[in-house]
């Protein structure tokens, strides 16, 4: 009888250890599944966005071709009715759903060419451009913030300050426009675009961190400057540290489309800013997606990164 109960109970456990790890096992693959499913609600939704706001902006569905005198009515109804397709933005936005679907992106009426080639042709320019950006900021932010922490001098702070206040007053295009005159590459124009706002970011949350109990309490303990800032200061900061990529790739590809202009880069933010000029409604749409998806996989792949991490600790 004893040994009847006893089975019975290591069943049990086996049973709920079991049920533990298929869980587990399980959560991982949720959390992927619950990311997924935002990066396409969002990517669907800011795709809708953009596609209203160039609908409702001026000068949408204006044709320079309307202005020339010598066309007759019918070619001027012509003219209008290319444009017609575009003004009701539900079914073009469902019209762009069903071509995407099949691979198509549409068709681009101001520079005559498939959508797909254009940004086939730019999109790797671009993406090099961002790389060096995004990690050149954070790179440069970060490590004035660790210095900053670290030497704790009025000086440096104030040099930093200067420094970082210069890089974010003065425009991207003009940052362009002295690193076009140096004859510097235009994609270290866009590290010192994002480098003030991650500086000042990460700067507040180290010495916020720095001036926690345990922090201090590490301290007292006589532990070495290098090992309270590493182990008690950077890691538990890692997470909030993390969210600044995503920011960062919005930021970097906003600051990308000054610069290309100016430099004549042939990526997609000079595609981006002759689609705005023309109104190109399905080349600013793809564009929008395209930005909205760079910056959600970022962010995803840094909360999927911390997720891994805090079961390690």
Not at 21 to 39: D, F, K, M, S, Y
Request: aromatic share 6%; net charge positive.
């Amino acid at each position: 009888m004893f040994s009847l109960a006893g089975h019975s109970r290591r069943a049990g456990r086996g049973a709920a250890q079991s049920v533990a790890t298929l869980q587990g096992r399980a959560a991982p693959i949720a959390l992927v599944l619950r990311h997924l499913r935002r990066i396409l609600l969002t990517v669907l939704l800011g795709g809708l966005l953009g596609a209203t706001l160039v609908r409702l902006g001026p000068g949408f569905g204006v044709d320079e071709r309307d202005l020339d005198q010598r066309l007759g009515t019918e070619s001027r109804a012509a003219i209008r009715s290319e444009h017609a397709a575009d003004n009701n933005i539900a079914l073009f936005y469902l019209r762009y759903l069903s071509g995407l679907v099949r691979g198509d992106l549409g068709f681009s009426k101001s520079l005559n060419r498939p959508v797909a080639e254009l940004l086939k042709e730019r999109l790797p320019l671009t993406l090099v451009s961002l790389a060096y950006g995004v990690l050149g900021g954070l790179g440069i932010g970060f490590a004035l913030a660790l210095v900053t922490v670290m030497w704790r001098a009025p000086a440096s702070d104030v040099l930093t300050a200067i420094l970082s206040g210069l890089c974010l007053a003065v425009p991207a295009a003009v940052i362009a426009l002295v690193f076009l005159w140096m004859g510097a590459p235009g994609r270290w124009a866009i590290a010192l675009v994002v480098f003030p706002h991650v500086y000042r970011y990460a700067k507040n949350l180290l010495v916020s961190t720095y001036q926690l109990p345990h922090v201090l309490a590490a301290r007292a303990k006589g532990l070495s400057s290098l090992r309270v800032l590493f182990a008690h200061v950077v890691l538990p900061a890692a997470p909030q540290l993390a969210a600044l990529a995503g920011i960062s790739v919005s930021l970097a590809f906003g600051a990308s489309i000054p610069i290309e202009v100016i430099s004549d880069t042939p990526g997609v933010g000079q595609l981006a800013w002759r689609a705005a000029l023309d109104r190109d409604l399905p080349l600013l749409v793809n564009i929008t997606i395209l930005v909205a998806l760079l910056t959600l996989v970022v962010n995803t792949l840094a909360d999927l990164a911390l997720a891994a991490r805090r079961p390690a600790e």
